[in-house]
Structures are given as C-alpha cells and as structure tokens.
C-alpha cells in the first residue's frame, strides 16, 4: 500500500524558513519514473504546484517561487523535504505532497496535508 | 508556464443529471490532461489521467476525452458523492499546471 504523509509545524512567524517533510511507504524514490511533489492550496482556494523531485535528483520549481523554494530527498528514510524562506501571510495554505510516476503522469496518491498558518 | 482555464467556476445539477466541465490548455498538451476530485477538508483524488484514462476504482460513469488544448470531464450520471470541487491539471511539462476548479453543487 503506498502512503505519504506530511509534517512540519502548525504555524510559522512572517520572514521565517518553513521546513516541511514528506515520508512515504510502499514505493521507493530510487525506482526510475519514481517522483514526488509538493502542491499547496490555500483556504478556499484552487490547487497550486510548488516543486518535484525525481529518482535521479533533477528538481523543478514553480516559476513564481523558485527563488525561495528548496525540495530533497532522503531515500534511505522514505523523505522528501520542502524548504520555503520568507514565509508570508499570503502563504498560509495546507501543503501535500503526491506521488508522479512516469507510467501515469499524474498525482496517484496523495498525503492528507498539513494546515500552515503564517502569522505574528 | 502552461495556463489551465476551466469552465464553469461553478454549477449547480441535480443527481441523475449528466454533466460536462471543461479545460483549455494555452497550448498544445497532446493528452497530458488529468483529472482529480476534491471534496470539502480532503486530498484530491486522481479520477482521470492522460485525458480519458480511468483511474482505477473509480466509476465508469466518470469520463474523459480532448487532446491538443481542449477537454472535458463527463459524468453521465450524477450520484450524490459526486457533489465536490474538480480540478484539471496539465503534466506535458514542468511547471505543472492546475485548472482554478469547478464547484459542483445540488441544484
């Protein structure tokens, strides 16, 4: 059975660095085709792409974010860590992260996210 | 970056109703076109993937067809657990790309 869970924290300060991670079961991210994504979506709000990491390391970004998002991996620990600076208010959302292999070409699987406030 | 436009935003039907949602690419995807539902406090789910593949699972009154810019989301029946919010998403290239969603609603 595959499963991906997210965690990090709950609320995070404006200017502050949000760490987020991904921990995943029943696949593995060293298995070619294998990828994982973050995708965010803010209360009330449509669905937005962040980051990918795939298998063999190569990494893509949003457009509008790369400046300030940084996406790993740990494959020996089943993890995929999202790294966003500068946290702002309008980044309150709640974060997944999915799984993207390159048989379906689309977001199987889903964690169930995780609700980050960004607030003083 | 590739834009998704659906349409409508929202839509109200009543169950037994067949019901279509589109998405316009702003260029040419070929059939990496997906589908997901969302219902209210939940992860989306995959319904359709590379436009008119059925994820396993789900119901074949779900389907889906288009290629190129244009596709559209069929339910030939609606059900009452199909009231929830519908996204498209483009996987031809990186950014991925979301629809901003349809809210399907009980007339």
């Known amino acids: 059975q595959v499963t991906l869970r997210e965690s990090g924290p709950a609320l995070v300060k404006p200017t502050q660095t949000l760490t987020l991670t991904c921990t995943f079961s029943g696949f593995s991210l060293s298995t070619s085709g294998m990828c994982v994504s973050w995708i965010r979506q803010p209360p009330g709000k449509a669905l937005e792409w962040l980051a990918r990491?795939?298998?063999?390391?190569?990494?893509y970004y949003s457009t509008s974010l790369e400046t300030r998002l940084t996406i790993s991996k740990d494959t020996s620990k089943n993890q995929v860590v999202l790294t966003v600076t500068n946290m702002d208010p309008a980044d309150t959302a709640t974060y997944y992260c999915a799984r993207e292999f390159a048989g379906l070409t689309a977001f199987d699987i889903w964690g169930q996210g995780t609700m980050v406030t960004v607030s003083s | 970056d590739i834009q998704m436009t659906q349409s409508p935003s929202s839509l109200s039907a009543s169950v037994g109703d067949r019901v279509t949602i589109t998405c316009r690419a702003s260029?040419?995807?070929?059939?990496?076109l997906n589908w997901y539902q969302q219902k209210s406090g939940k992860a989306p789910k995959l319904l359709i993937y590379?436009?008119?593949s059925l994820q396993s699972g789900v119901p074949s009154r779900f389907s889906g067809s288009g290629s190129g810019t244009d596709f559209t989301l069929t339910i030939s029946s609606l059900q009452p657990e199909d009231f929830a919010t519908y996204y498209c998403?483009?996987?031809?290239?990186?950014?991925?790309?979301f629809g901003r969603g349809t809210k399907l609603e009980i007339k």
């Open positions: 260029q040419n995807i070929r059939s990496y």
């Open positions: 590379v436009a008119s």
């Open positions: 998403q483009q996987s031809y290239s990186t950014p991925r790309t």
């Open positions: 990491i795939d298998w063999d390391d190569d990494k």
